[in-house]
C-alpha cells in the first residue's frame, strides 16, 4: 500500500510525509476518516484521552489537518518521501 500511495503522490506532484499526530478525543471522526484512508500505520493511547497516531499521507493532506486545528504535531517534524520538512 505505501507504493501505491507514494506512486500516486509522485503522479500528482505532492510528496508523502510520515509523522506522529495528537488528535483530541472530540476529533474522533478525523482519526476515523485516516483510518478510512489507510494512512494511520500505528497508534498509542495516551493518559490523557488522546489518540497518537503514526501516519503516512500526502503533504498536502497534513498541511490541511494541522491548519484546520484537528490535529498537531507531536515533534514539530515531518519525514517526507523527498527531503525533511519542518513545520
Do not use: T
Amino acid at each position: 500500500m505505501d507504493l501505491l500511495l507514494e506512486a500516486i503522490s509522485e503522479l500528482l506532484g505532492g510528496n508523502l510525509a510520515k509523522v506522529w499526530l495528537r488528535i483530541a478525543p472530540q476529533n474522533a471522526r478525523l482519526r476515523s476518516q485516516l483510518y478510512e484512508n489507510e494512512y494511520i500505520e500505528e497508534e498509542q493511547s495516551s493518559g490523557d484521552g488522546y489518540y497518537l497516531v503514526y501516519v503516512h499521507l500526502p503533504e498536502d493532506e497534513l498541511n490541511r489537518i494541522l491548519e484546520q486545528g484537528d490535529a498537531e504535531l507531536v515533534d514539530g517534524s515531518v519525514e517526507s518521501n523527498q527531503d525533511a520538512v519542518v513545520i
